[in-house]
């Protein structure tokens, strides 16, 4: 029988931890050749959902848990579910049940057919606001087209299924700022994507503010991408070529009519300008010198707590 690890990232989940794992439960009940265990994995929640799960767990065999010692990250939270998981296949989703638990059968029989990674293009239904929407597609695409890594199918959803084998490749990655959905695609493999579309939470709120979705991001754009690096010298040319050609003019200009051009505000201006370019590149290479700096501390990407396997 094939064992299928359902590996469920929880952030104050409190209230859907019992509907995730009864949704989970009668997708699996409804397959003969299947055993499955959910490996639910605590990042730091402050409300009652250790208690859930801890409940869950006792009655349950097939419930496992991870309980970080404070709030590591979602994809750090799923990476953590992959580390432990033995299933000859993985399947990362939501707890708030924005992902349906019913196309797990799906995933499964893709995989049958030979898919290392079955993805999931996720379109979003009009309760969910329309800035939401349009900003998650035009990132993927932006992110798409300044790295190497195809993100614009399938690219802005954590639900997916991965092989036993890909689950072991990226267990051995160890990147201090992980991007799962950059990774998974990164990594080749087959693969091959089904269609879904996310519900509303059951209970709670959303852990992802603007603040947040800003920097996960930007942890995907430095992760995939060295473009942004490249902008201080394509600006450096660009601004040099102008000044020679305005240097020549000047010149000119001053060989002609003898007289010295005046313009205080418009120098101002320009210094003020590049004072700001540079300091924008600055922060760019910033940026990337504290990557550089994360990844060489090589500190644990999360910190167990406890654990009941
Ligand atoms: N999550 C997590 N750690 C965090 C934030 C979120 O483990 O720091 C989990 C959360 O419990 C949920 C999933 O990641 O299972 C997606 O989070 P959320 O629903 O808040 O994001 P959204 O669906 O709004 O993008
Ligand atoms: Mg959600």
């Known amino acids: ?40 994995v605590n990042d730091g929640s402050r409300d009652d959902t250790q208690k859930e799960i801890e ?42 049940l924005q992902h349906p638990p019913e196309l797990i059968l799906e995933l499964i029989k893709r995989w049958e057919e030979g898919f290392d990674i079955v993805y999931t293009i996720r379109t979003y239904p009009k309760q969910i606001s329309a ?3 349009k900003t998650s597609t035009l990132y993927y695409k932006f992110l798409t087209r300044i790295s190497d890594v195809n993100l614009s199918e399938g690219g802005g959803s954590d639900f997916r299924l991965m092989d036993a084998s890909v ?21 080749g493999f087959r693969r091959t994507g089904v269609h879904f579309t996310a519900g509303e939470r059951a209970t709670g709120e959303s852990s992802y503010n603007l603040k947040k979705m800003m920097k996960f991001a ?16 394509y600006l450096g040319f660009i601004f040099s070529a102008l000044a020679a050609v305005g240097y020549g003019i000047y010149v000119i200009h001053s060989f002609i009519s003898k007289t010295e051009i005046s313009g205080w ?44 396997f």
Request: proline share 2%; net charge positive; glycine share 6%.
């Open 1 to 40: 029988m094939k064992k299928i690890s359902v590996v469920i990232p929880a952030h104050n989940e409190e209230g859907n931890i019992p509907l995730i794992y009864q949704r989970v439960k009668d997708v699996f009940s409804t397959l003969e050749n299947y055993r499955f265990e959910i490996i639910f």
């Open 55 to 96: 409940e869950l767990a006792q009655n349950n065999d097939e419930v496992k848990y991870i309980e970080f010692s404070r709030n590591f990250g979602h994809q750090h939270a799923v990476k953590a579910g992959m580390d432990s998981s033995t299933g000859n296949a993985m399947i990362s989703m939501d707890a708030d």
């Open 131 to 133: 800035f939401k929407r």
């Open 167 to 187: 689950v072991d490749v990226v267990r051995n990655m160890n990147e201090a700022d992980i991007f799962l959905r950059g990774l998974s695609n990164w990594m």
């Open 218 to 233: 930007f942890t995907g754009i430095t992760a995939f991408s060295v473009k942004p690096l490249y902008l201080a010298a």
């Open 265 to 308: 505000a418009s120098l101002i201006m320009t210094v003020v300008f590049f004072g700001g370019v540079q300091l924008i590149i600055l922060g760019i290479m910033g940026i990337y010198l504290g990557k550089i700096f994360n990844q060489v501390k090589e500190r644990p990407n999360y910190i167990i707590r406890s654990k009941n």
